[in-house]
């Protein structure tokens, strides 16, 4: 069955960073798009970042940009999430997503969801 499997979060002071990884299975991964969201307590989900099947088109949004990076590995089925620089308004529930088709943003357009993995960042 498919597999969307989050690690790397954790608790962090400001200005640290963190490495999420999301280890996919049950799917072809290199036909998926991939997507990073995240989810603060009384907020909606929003995307951070995108990543194309082939790795060729990133999407930032705009609060990380030059901060985060989105990676991923078609080898091992995985993308990254290398958060750096990181600000108690950084503090969600983060998630990756896969899809298929040309690039969106809203969660909406996602196939395939992870449980999260919680970032929080201390002032």
């Known amino acids: 069955q498919v597999q969307l499997v989050e690690s790397g979060g954790g608790l962090v002071h400001s200005g640290g960073s963190l490495r999420l990884s999301c280890a996919a299975s049950g799917f072809t991964f290199s036909n998926y798009g991939m997507g990073w969201f995240r989810q603060a307590p009384g907020k909606e989900r929003e995307i951070v970042a995108f990543?194309?099947?082939?790795?060729?088109?990133?999407y930032y949004v705009r609060s990380v940009k030059g901060r985060f990076t989105i990676s991923r590995d078609n080898t091992k089925n995985v993308v990254y999430l290398q958060t750096n620089s990181l600000e108690p308004e950084d503090t969600a529930v983060y998630y990756c997503?896969?899809?298929?088709?040309?690039?969106?943003?809203?969660?909406?357009?996602?196939?395939?969801w992870g449980q999260g993995t919680q970032v929080t960042v201390s002032s």
């Open positions: 990543i194309s099947r082939n790795g060729g088109t990133t």
């Open positions: 997503a896969a899809r298929s088709g040309p690039p969106r943003y809203n969660p909406g357009a996602y196939d395939y």
